[in-house]
DNA sequence: ATCCATGCAAATTTTTTGCATTTGT
DNA sequence: ACAAATGCAAAAAATTTGCATGGAT
């Protein structure tokens, strides 16, 4: 499949070895359409490596500005892949997860305004909404 | 100290049992100008309560609404009183954490876009920023 | 008196690390 | 060949839980 040819091609330029575990986790998180938990990974790769080897693999693909570490506040973190930078509003009855698209608008203007005020210097910023997805509204109603 | 004496109040209005325990932890948080991470309470309590208890109480004045359960990326959690609603810019240089006031104008657009698009009901939000305090930002040009 | 909170110990969950071996370049 | 990645086992860190006891209303 596409995906994994582009992997080799995406380390490459990351400047990181490649190597099966990586192609194989990174391809993973690529085609995930949510966030995925060390867990998910793990089952996914299944003995192709060791829950360790997963574990620093991610820490890697992270250092090296291929996957995104993300917390819902579950106690656990959570990896993407950024197809495109943005948030997510994650349901605390049913735990959908929606991709929300970043608002450039409304951050900067914030992040601006730290700067500002401040003096700090914004990188990177970490927004998550919580709540009722559409669905949970309505079972909530009946 | 005041804080004791309201730090009763509080429990009684938040409809939970009073406690050494609890009246001791939230005081704790109510006078820190930072969330506390678990061991941070812990150190303040000393021999006082177990550690246990300072989960479970820590858990049950969330849940009461009395303290909020933030996350900085670091594998474990913080707590803190919310005196107001705020956010924080968390300095990766240094760990300095910086109160940053809430940002109604613009998160309240986002979470209407939100609504509208996706007919998901925010009830709650979290926004880190993360950067370079002012006195990194110097260190780094010397 | 009754229900809830706490202490204690033990277990679970998540993540990290040392070291020998294998693999990528 | 040499540096870096992996497997394995073991440990560390963070959090949770069962149960007996003590405390609050």
New binding site residues.
Partial sequence: MQTVRNTKEI??EAG???????THILSICMRSSTPL???DVAIKVGT??????I???L??LVQAGLLERIDFQE???RYEYPHHHHHHAVCECCGKIEDIEDSQTEITSIENRVTKESGFLVTRHVMELFGLCNKCQQKGKQ
Same sequence: chains 1, 2.
């Fill in positions: 380390l490459t990181i070895e490649i190597t099966p575990a990586r938990t060390v867990e192709t490596a060791h829950l360790a080897t574990y620093r693999t820490e890697k106690g656990k973190f």
